[in-house]
C-alpha cells in the first residue's frame, strides 16, 4: 500500500495528484504520519460490519460524487 502511494506520488501531476484514501486496520502513528505526509486520508478500518457500511457510504459521498 505504502510503495504504491509513494510510486503514485512520483507521476506526472494528473496521475500524481488524484485523491487518494487508505483504508487500514492499523493504528499505529507511524502509519498515519507516512501515509497523511504523502498527501493522502488515512481511515481505520472498523470492526463491526454497520460502522463499515456507514464509513463506505460517507466515502462514496466524498470521493464519487
Known amino acids: 500500500g505504502l ?3 509513494q510510486w503514485l506520488r512520483r ?3 494528473e496521475i500524481g495528484q488524484l485523491p487518494v484514501a487508505v483504508l ?3 493504528e499505529l502513528a ?4 507516512q501515509v497523511r505526509a504523502l498527501a493522502a486520508d488515512y481511515i481505520v ?3 463491526e460490519y454497520s460502522a463499515l457500511v456507514t464509513l ?6 466524498k470521493f464519487l460524487s
Open 11 to 13: 507521476q506526472p501531476p
Open 3 to 5: 510503495e504504491v502511494l
Open 24 to 26: 487500514s486496520g492499523s
Open 45 to 47: 478500518k472498523p470492526i
Open 56 to 61: 463506505m457510504q460517507g466515502f462514496a459521498q
Open 30 to 33: 507511524s502509519d498515519i504520519e
